[in-house]
């Protein structure tokens, strides 16, 4: 089998995989892949299609239907089967979804916190901007002594753009910083502003129970003696 021919199956038997991965590449938010490690993630994303893919066909209603020649597409000089290609592809798009969603509400990173593995939860502005029920937010321009008090429509990608922060706002009021003059009221505002000329306000956040974490200070000493 020529080398050409062997890339060809390659290729098509990996679509799945491919698949995937722009389906995570178009719904998170991430910082642009080099071509070698959409590559790679290609080929391990396409691994796990055929995993996801493969207790299916042992199903025994559906066994006589479906086929799992993945292994002798690539060993054996066989013809490629396309259905199986098709139905694998399908599974790509589940897959793709679920993990594109995974990362969108930080299930891996709650994983981690949860049985402290990690304290990490992402891109911190990020994480801000996708808070739960805490779109009401006050942002203070502090260069300019100005406030907008609205809640959050959308929000830049912040993992390429590392100067500057860009805000969409819903049903905004603008007061003075200093005094809390109001300027004006608009129903939508689009801001753009240095991450050092900013900060931001989560007036609604409940304020944490000093007395629970006192007490959590004390056994946590109380062990270490």
């Keep these: 089998m020529e080398l050409s021919?062997?890339?060809?199956?390659?290729?098509?038997?990996?679509?799945?995989?491919l698949l995937t991965y722009v389906i995570i590449d178009y719904y998170t938010i991430h910082k642009k892949n080099k071509v070698s490690m959409i590559i790679i993630f290609s080929f391990l994303l396409g691994f796990l299609d055929y995993l996801l893919y493969y207790p299916v066909?042992?199903?025994?209603?559906?066994?006589?239907?479906?086929?799992?020649?993945?292994?002798?597409?690539?060993?054996?000089?066989?013809?490629?089967?396309?259905?199986?290609?098709?139905n694998v592809s399908v599974v790509a798009v589940i897959t793709g979804l679920i993990i594109s969603k995974g990362f969108?509400?930080?299930w891996f990173y709650r994983f981690g916190n949860k049985f402290d593995v990690s304290r990490k939860i992402g891109p911190l502005w990020n994480y801000l901007m996708d808070l739960k029920d805490q779109e009401w937010i006050i942002l203070r321009d502090i260069k300019n002594d100005i406030m907008y008090e609205g809640w959050i429509c959308g929000f830049s990608d912040n993992t390429e753009n590392l100067e500057t922060n860009e805000l969409?706002?819903?049903d905004v009021k603008v007061y003075r910083n200093s005094?809390?003059?109001?300027?004006?009221?608009?129903p939508a505002l689009y801001i753009v502003k240095k991450k050092t000329e900013m900060t931001i306000d989560y007036p609604y956040i409940e304020y944490t129970d000093i007395n629970i974490n006192s007490s959590?200070?004390?056994?946590?000493?109380?062990r270490t003696r």
Excluded at 5 to 17: D, H, M, R, T, Y
Excluded at 69 to 85: H, R, V
Excluded at 179 to 186: K, P, Q, R
């Design 179 to 186: 005094d809390a003059t109001f300027y004006y009221s608009t």
């Design 57 to 86: 066909t042992l199903i025994p209603f559906l066994n006589k239907v479906l086929t799992f020649s993945f292994i002798e597409n690539l060993t054996n000089n066989c013809p490629l089967d396309f259905k199986e290609i098709f």
């Design 104 to 106: 969108t509400h930080k």
């Design 216 to 222: 959590r200070k004390e056994k946590k000493n109380g």
């Design 168 to 170: 969409f706002l819903r």
């Design 5 to 17: 021919e062997f890339a060809f199956k390659i290729i098509l038997v990996f679509l799945p995989g």
